[in-house]
Structure formats: structure tokens, C-alpha cells
């Protein structure tokens, strides 16, 4: 059977002392190569040269016509490169085809983010979902990947007839593991809806956004925690949650999703389903874009996609262009700069009003915008009147953890009391029968 880690990408010829993957990659003029590139650079792939292919002219065997796949051809002999990646998803014969045509091995865009996922997971739920994932992309693709690793180890097209049998069995192999990972989401799922039981009655507030907007870093501020952060693609695969602030009242938790790709495989959708189901429970989204982004116009835009996707769009949101610290110089304002950059980016139209920016390195912006948040979840809560009587002092510690008391007074009977409290939470703790 095919190893669940080989690599989907072509493998780096070290033949002329090279250690790095070089590949020359095919666009479509509907979407720019920027991001392909960085999806490539988060993989430690180097570009070696480019083809922008015409979307009016599909040859449905290949995709590419061959006029491009010739440009192509003369690319790879010129720049020797290693292979080819192709800025769309490919059918597993236009895959075979394009392979067999150009002679080197091609990887097309949904292998490629699925790659980056499987060398980012870190959690046992992660990995799961991601060999998932994998498995569901390679399974209708495996003549063409017996065909793409017979290339790497240098072979030719041949050993067809020996490969067909053991196709077969890995075609088997590979759905009785997709069936065992199934069976183990689902063991983890349980796991998770037990989690968020125990959180359930505390307010949620979930980041949203698209790849490295800097999403884990703002939660890292906003709750002066240690949550994994770096300047890569798909750095986060996994929901961490974080109290947003130990004092505040009520309580409110904070969570990091996720990022979101444009033409995001369909695989990796529906293996972190689970994982977004986070977005279902929360009361209210913070929308990060990276507002330093030529592109964040166009990455704002497949975001509220996706939350459209998710039913979650009319949810309560907050929109905050992030990185800053990249645009602003030591005399521009955030206003200021909050403005040039819709302007240049020609967001205003799309960006919520009430909408801020910031720099997740600036305190006191983060403390801004903590403090936005916590106020949005106050300005919700229902007010009570009550007087609590002295013999229930632990009811007394649990409103003042789980609201918010604008006045206390101790009266004769007992402790009055002015509070601000989630209905929920109110029911719970039985304060109505002490109004007064």
C-alpha cells in the first residue's frame, strides 16, 4: 500500500545539489498566483517559473490546452525544475493526462493545501481530520498517484499491469482506513460536545477569518495566553479556547478557528466540520482581516462566503483589520490609517460599520478592542434587582462571578444588589425570587 505520509508534492531533486522543492506552476487568469505562492512558500517550495492558463479554453482532457502545456514543457527542461502544481483541482485523468503529457509529476491545488494541513496538525483530533481528508482526495486518485510516485523513485509509466492488482487492494486498505478514522471523529466528536456542555452557559466570542490574518496571535493578546502563533498559512488547524479576561463579569471565553482558503478542498470541509461547529455556538464572531494584504479585499469577501456557507453570517460581528503595525507610520492615526486602507483595498463598502483596526503588538488597541467585546456582551444582559440575604453568601460570590453588579448595598435584610446577568444564568441561580 501507498505510505499514509508520502508526500502528494513532487520530490526535490538533490542531482544538482538543490534541497529545495523547484516547481513551475500553472495559473488561470481568473485568480492571481500570489496566493499559490505563498501556499507553495509555506511548504518550503521554491517557484521556478509560471504559466497563466486561459479558463475560455478548456481541453476537457487536460484542462490545459496544449499550446500551454508546451509553454509548460519548455519551462521544466529550461529551469529543470521538479514538477508542476496547478492553481485548480484537477479531475484524477486530467491529473494522469497532464502528468504523462509534461513527464514529471503534478500536483493540483487541492493536493497542495491538503499537504500543507497534514504537516500543521497537531492535535490527535487534527491529524484525524487531515489523514481524513487525505485519504478522501486520494482514493479516486490512485492509478494517478501510483503513476506520480513511479516518476519520483525515477520510474517510467510502465508497471501498469503489476499496479492494477495492488491498486485494488489499496483501493480496499484505503476505505477500510477512511472507515476507523470515521468511527474515531466520532469517538472525538463525543468527547467535544461534552467540552463545550461544560462551557455552554458561558459567553463565547469566536475568531474568524481568512489564513494568517493573524487570528492566534490577537487571541494570544487578548488573553495574554501562549496560544501557537506563526507568519504561515494554516498555522492553526485546531479550536483553542481561552478565558478573554479571568475578571470579567460574566465570564467570557474566547476561541481561535480555523483559517479560511479560497476553493477550499471539499474534503478538508467536511473533516473540520466539527471544528467549526465552534462558530454555531459562539454569540459573537470578531472577523480578523489582514488589513496589510494587497488581496484583503478579496479574502474578506471569501470569508463571509464561507460564514454564508455556515449559516452563521447574521450572527452579531465585529470586523478588525489587523497588522497595522505593517501600514501606519509614527505619525498616521488608526483612523487614519483605518480609512487609506479601505480606500486602497476598496473594502468600505463591505467592511460592517463600527469596524476598527489594530495592531495585535499594541496593547492598548487590543485593550480597546477586549474591552468592545465585554461591553457588547454587557449591553445584552438583563438587569435584576435583589437582596441577597446574608446566610447566602455562596449565592452572593456566584452573581458577582457571573454578572455584572453595577450597585451593592447591605441593607438590613440582606445584600441589595443591582446586577447585569445572562437570563440563563439568572434561571440558574434562582435570583428572581429575591427581587425586590
Do not use: C
Amino acid at each position: 500500500m501507498l505510505e499514509a505520509n508520502v508526500s502528494l508534492l513532487p520530490k526535490a531533486s538533490r542531482d544538482d545539489g538543490r534541497d529545495s522543492l523547484e516547481v513551475v506552476i500553472i495559473g488561470t487568469e481568473d485568480h492571481p498566483l500570489d496566493e499559490l505562492v505563498r501556499l507553495l512558500d509555506t511548504l518550503g517550495a521554491r517557484v521556478a517559473g509560471s504559466v497563466i492558463a486561459s479558463t475560455r479554453k478548456i481541453n476537457p482532457a487536460t484542462y490545459i490546452t496544449r499550446g500551454k502545456l508546451e509553454d509548460v514543457r519548455k519551462l521544466l527542461e529550461t529551469t529543470n525544475a521538479d514538477g508542476v502544481i496547478v492553481d485548480v483541482e484537477l479531475s484524477p485523468n486530467q491529473l494522469r493526462n497532464v502528468e504523462e503529457f509534461l513527464g514529471k509529476p503534478v500536483t493540483d491545488r487541492p493536493g497542495v493545501i491538503i499537504e500543507i494541513f497534514s504537516q500543521h496538525a497537531r492535535t490527535k483530533e487534527a491529524k484525524t481530520q487531515t489523514e481524513l481528508a487525505r485519504l478522501e482526495y486520494v482514493l479516486p486518485r490512485l492509478t494517478h498517484l501510483w503513476s506520480h510516485f513511479e516518476r519520483q523513485r525515477g520510474g517510467g509509466t510502465g508497471n501498469r499491469g503489476m499496479g492494477e492488482t495492488q491498486i485494488e487492494v489499496d483501493r480496499r486498505l484505503v476505505k477500510k482506513r477512511m472507515s476507523t478514522l470515521r468511527e474515531r471523529l466520532k469517538e472525538i466528536e463525543k468527547e467535544r460536545h461534552i467540552q463545550r456542555a461544560k462551557r455552554k452557559e458561558v459567553l463565547k466570542v469566536a475568531l474568524v477569518g481568512y489564513t494568517n490574518a493573524g487570528k492566534s496571535t490577537l487571541l494570544n493578546a487578548l488573553t495574554k495566553s501562549k496560544v501557537h502563533a506563526e507568519d504561515k498559512l494554516f498555522a492553526t488547524l485546531d479550536s483553542s479556547v481561552r478565558m478573554l479576561s479571568p475578571d470579567s463579569h460574566p465570564p467570557v471565553v474566547a476561541v481561535d478557528t480555523v483559517g479560511f482558503v479560497s476553493r477550499l478542498p471539499p474534503e478538508l470541509v467536511a473533516s473540520f466540520r466539527s471544528t467549526l461547529e465552534e462558530l454555531h455556538e459562539a454569540d459573537l464572531l470578531v472577523h480578523v482581516v489582514d488589513g496589510s494584504s494587497p488581496t484583503a479585499r478579496e479574502e474578506l469577501e471569501v470569508t463571509i462566503q464561507v460564514m454564508k456557507e455556515l449559516d452563521v453570517e447574521s450572527k452579531p460581528r465585529i470586523t478588525v483589520l489587523n497588522k497595522m503595525d505593517l501600514l501606519r507610520s509614527d505619525t498616521a492615526g488608526a483612523a487614519s490609517v483605518l480609512a487609506q486602507s479601505l480606500a486602497r483595498r476598496n473594502l468600505a463598502r463591505i467592511v460592517a460599520p463600527g469596524s476598527f483596526s489594530l495592531s495585535a503588538f499594541n496593547a492598548d488597541e487590543v485593550s480597546h478592542l477586549r474591552d468592545v467585546i465585554l461591553e457588547h456582551f454587557k449591553s445584552k444582559l438583563d438587569t435584576y434587582e435583589v437582596v441577597i440575604p446574608y446566610s447566602e453568601s455562596k449565592l452572593e460570590a456566584l452573581i458577582h462571578k457571573n454578572g455584572s453588579v453595577d450597585h451593592l448595598k447591605h441593607i438590613e435584610k440582606g445584600t441589595y444588589m443591582r446586577v447585569r446577568m445572562d437570563a440563563a444564568w439568572a434561571k440558574k441561580l434562582g435570583i428572581e425570587k429575591y427581587s425586590t
